[in-house]
């Protein structure tokens, strides 16, 4: 089975700060692990995916995350934040097979931007 | 534009009612699933449907149904078994099922009258 924890489940950050999410995931076999946002009132949107390329993965809106496999992490990370950064930010880890192939999240970090 | 299209936004159902939420996608997409999100709990998986005329459980399927007789729709029934429907229900697709990134419809919040 497969599991993620993400960190923290709220994250206050200046605007212009280095904003900073965890995520940890536990996978009997090589995973896929991917990062979405969720803003007010509306569905999930894909941020990036890894998928056993890069270990550095660059997403949409500045994101970037780093697969570590010794540590079992996928951490989100943005040089510098933006007020149209806050929203919530869900981990999500998939793997192998024979209904490992779904999508299991974790259960979400709240990202709020102070001006 | 393509994409997944839920239906109503908001739904309200009285007590020992069954109610149905739409999930339509245009993205050609093989498999379709249903999320029920509660605050603090991140999403739960209740149904899902690799292809066209095949659906298995999730998570947390009791006191729901669905069907899948169209590639392109994938209806979710919430049962009067259901005790706890209050939630926020995503659906959503991929091209596959294979550790495959879904996309999002902009939900359906669902509430007890």
């Known amino acids: 089975a497969q599991s993620v924890t993400q960190l923290g489940s709220h994250v206050s950050v200046s605007e212009g700060a280095l904003v900073l999410l965890r995520c940890n995931y536990s996978?009997?076999?090589?995973?896929?692990l991917f990062w979405y946002v969720q803003y007010p009132n509306q569905g999930l949107q894909l941020l990036l995916k890894?998928?056993?390329?890069?270990?550095l993965v660059k997403g949409i809106n500045g994101f970037e995350a780093e697969f570590k496999k010794s540590e079992t992490s996928f951490h989100l990370t943005k040089p510098s934040a933006h007020m149209s950064d806050a929203a919530e930010y869900f981990c999500?880890?998939?793997?192998?097979?024979?209904?490992?192939?779904?999508?299991?999240f974790g259960t979400g970090t709240r990202l709020t931007i102070i001006p | 534009d393509g994409g997944i299209t839920q239906s109503p936004k908001y739904l309200f159902r009285k007590e020992g009612q069954n109610v149905t939420l739409s999930c339509e996608q245009n993205?050609?997409?093989?498999?379709m699933y249903w999320y029920r999100q509660d605050p603090g709990q991140g999403l739960r998986l209740i149904y899902y449907?690799?292809?066209?005329?095949?659906?298995q459980k999730g998570d947390i399927a009791e006191g729901y149904s669905v069907s899948r007789e169209k590639k392109e729709s994938f209806p979710l029934t919430v049962t009067s078994a259901q005790k706890n429907p209050t939630a926020f229900y995503l659906c959503?697709?991929?091209?596959?099922?294979?550790?495959?990134?879904?996309?999002f419809g902009d939900g359906t919040r669902l509430s007890i009258l």
């Open positions: 959503a697709s991929s091209i596959n099922f294979s550790n495959q990134p879904q996309h």
């Open positions: 996978s009997s076999v090589p995973p896929y």
């Open positions: 890894y998928t056993s390329a890069a270990t």
């Open positions: 999500a880890v998939s793997g192998g097979h024979f209904g490992n192939e779904k999508l299991t």
């Open positions: 993205l050609n997409h093989d498999a």
């Open positions: 449907s690799q292809i066209v005329n095949d659906f």
